[in-house]
């Protein structure tokens, strides 16, 4: 089956720093994917939609230029929070299209990241 | 916008007892149907989806969904449940067309007592 990988499944940060979170879907080529934030006990938000080769879409209220979202590869997106603060922590996950399942839109998803600003 | 409704955050089930878990969605096209789940500590995985076809749709472990689409609902059903249904299940919908954007409804919590 297809599978994303996430890395790294958590990390802490000082406030202030930035991080970057990978995604990686290992056996199949994702043109798109999408990037989620869970607050606890609450949904996944979409925050953007990242396609290779191109500049990423955004949601409303979801600030471009704190998350850059970078899709340089069929295989690779990264997420970098910029100059992180404590309202940023939160479960970041990523997920992916597989192209073979394109007249659907099923998406795999990577373990999530849980980023912990100080 | 397009929307996802989940009626129940908490259940609470015996093994053996039937659930189902309600889902409405708010946009009127075409749309493609999920629920996906995760287990404690697990990622997100899919369970089941409808995108054609005959509305009665069969997932994985014994689960169900039927899509009624003068209801826009897309409801999950199981006759009976283990333990190990224990999870949070997540129903969600995408637009037939364009770039897939997935909404997630609120998710629901099962906790199934053995």
């Known amino acids: 089956g297809a599978v994303v990988s996430q890395h790294p499944s958590r990390v802490i940060c000082k406030s202030g720093t930035s991080v970057k979170i990978e995604c990686r879907s290992l056996?199949?080529?994702?043109?798109?994917m999408f990037w989620y934030r869970q607050f606890p006990k609450q949904s996944l938000m979409l925050m953007a939609t990242?396609?290779?080769?191109?500049?990423?879409?955004?949601e409303q209220g979801v600030e471009k230029d704190k998350f850059l979202i970078n899709h340089a590869s069929l295989t690779l997106s990264t997420l970098t929070v910029t100059s992180a603060h404590p309202e940023d922590s939160s479960f970041y996950i990523c997920?992916?299209?597989?192209?073979?399942?394109?007249?659907?839109?099923?998406?795999?998803f990577g373990e999530g990241s849980r980023l912990t600003v100080l | 916008a397009q929307s996802v409704s989940q009626h129940n955050h908490h259940v609470i089930l015996s093994e053996a007892a039937s659930l189902e878990l309600g889902c409405n969605y708010s946009?009127?096209?075409?749309?493609?149907l999920f629920w996906y789940v995760q287990y404690p500590g697990q990622h997100l995985q899919l369970l089941l989806k409808?995108?054609?076809?005959?509305?009665l749709v069969k997932g994985i472990k014994g689960f169900e969904a039927e899509f009624i689409k003068s209801k826009f609902s897309f409801n999950l059903r199981k006759p009976s449940v283990q333990w190990s249904d224990t999870a949070e299940y997540f129903c969600?919908?995408?637009?037939?067309?364009?770039?897939?954007?997935?909404?997630f409804g609120a998710g629901t919590r099962l906790f199934v007592k053995a």
């Open positions: 056996d199949f080529q994702a043109t798109t």
């Open positions: 409808y995108f054609s076809g005959d509305p």
């Open positions: 969600a919908v995408n637009r037939g067309t364009g770039g897939f954007k997935t909404i």
């Open positions: 990242s396609n290779e080769g191109s500049k990423a879409t955004y």
């Open positions: 946009y009127g096209g075409t749309v493609n």
């Open positions: 997920s992916a299209r597989d192209q073979r399942a394109y007249a659907t839109g099923e998406l795999f």
